[in-house]
Each structure stands twice: as C-alpha cells, then as structure tokens.
C-alpha cells in the first residue's frame, strides 16, 4: 500500500547544484503535481501533468523542470539550486484530474540550499 | 487573483471541547473544496471534500459545510481529543486543474 512516494526525504544542496526530486505513485493516477511549502505562504502549485507526455506549468515554476515519461513517476528537477528554493516539496496525485477527485500526498522532501 | 485565507494561524482548546476552523475563500465560482489535516515533518491526508453543488459533508466527528454566497467554509470537529492536534488546511478548486490552498490553522487539543 505505497501510495505517492518520494525521495530523498531529506537533501542539502550547495548553490548551483542540480538535483532530482523523485516521486512516484502506484495507484494509476492520471493527475500529478509538485507543491513548494513555505512558512507563512501555504502550498504553491510548481508544476503539473495530467497525464503521460503532458505537463504544465503552476504558480512558481521558475527553475523547475518536470516531465511525465510514464504514468507512475513524476520527477522534478532543480536546474541550479538557490537558497530561494529551500522549501519543502510535496509530490500529489488523483484520479483523471485534480478537480472533483480526492488527492493523495506524499510525506514530503526537505531541501536546504546553502 | 483568487485566494483562501484561514484565520486564526492557531488555535488551541480543552480537550472534549466542539470547535470550529475557518476558511475564505475570494472567488464564488468554485469546483470543489477540500480540507487537508497535516501532523509535523508529514504531508498531507484529504479529510473531506464538499463539490460545489453540496453544502456540506461528514466524516466521523467532522463536519465541513460550503457557503459559496459568503465565500466561506468551516471544519467542525466534536468532541475533540488530544489526537486531533495538527495543522488543518483548507484548499480550493476554483475550476483550472489547480488547487489554491490556504496557510492552514494549527490546532492543538489541550489535554
């Protein structure tokens, strides 16, 4: 009973470096999406796909990319890592699309960019 | 821009009390509201969803009610217990794919 799983959970990131935040879900969801969690400002939608083969972008997709080669994993990679991007991301996905449709969670990567 | 608000960040209260949490919302032309409950260093688990031809809906000791007119919903939880302390979240689908979500209250039950 995985669910929405990702990794690392915990990661310290020097400025400029890259890295990829995986995630994966094994309930056939079709919609997926990254969150950012701040203090004081809520989750922010990243990126999201509704599909395979299909992304979009959210509401702070700036030095994010993401891609969608299959239907169970949806990466998100940090092209060169600032302290603006250490936050707390969170990985979701749900049946066909985010509308109407309950959504699921995974249990979150810490990033620190020093 | 459409947005949800919670007021107040936190809240705390005696265990076995009823309460209630709050959430605005700036947009009437809604999809779909949920509430979220979030435990520290965790992400987050759906505790209801109310679609917006409902007014309300029922889980347990929860309840979440819609006001769509006045922008407003609100989690009612009874009973409460010290298990209930967390963050509560509320988020909006105001119809584009996209959750809005608010700062959330964090409540904590006082034994």
């Known amino acids: 009973n995985a669910g929405v799983t990702q990794t690392p959970k915990f990661q310290v990131l020097k400025t400029g470096q890259s890295m990829t935040l995986q995630c994966a879900q094994d309930?056939?969801?079709?919609?997926m999406s990254w969150y950012r969690q701040d203090p004081g400002m809520g989750l922010r939608l990243i990126h999201y796909?509704?599909?395979?083969?299909?992304?979009d972008q959210g509401e702070v997709p700036n030095g994010y990319n993401v891609s969608r080669s299959t239907t169970e994993d949806f990466p998100l990679r940090l092209l060169s890592a600032a302290p603006s991007q250490t936050s707390v991301y969170f990985c979701a996905s749900s049946p066909i699309t985010g509308a109407g449709n309950t959504i699921y969670f995974g249990e979150g990567s810490w990033l620190t960019v020093v | 821009k459409q947005e949800v608000t919670q007021i107040p960040a936190a809240l705390s209260v005696p265990e076995g009390e009823n309460l209630v949490l709050n959430c605005s919302f700036t947009?009437?032309?809604?999809?779909?509201l949920q509430w979220f409950r979030q435990d520290p260093g965790k992400g987050l688990t759906s505790l209801l969803l109310i679609q917006s031809s409902q007014r309300e809906q029922t889980s347990g000791r929860l309840n979440a009610s819609l006001d769509k007119s006045s922008g407003r919903s609100t989690l009612y939880i009874a009973a409460s217990q010290p298990g209930d302390s967390a963050t509560y979240l509320c988020?909006?689908?105001?119809?584009?794919?996209?959750?809005?979500f608010g700062t959330g209250t964090r409540l904590t039950i006082i034994p």
């Open positions: 947009d009437s032309a809604i999809y779909n």
């Open positions: 796909s509704v599909g395979a083969g299909i992304t």
């Open positions: 309930m056939n969801h079709e919609y």
């Open positions: 988020a909006v689908n105001f119809g584009n794919e996209k959750l809005t």
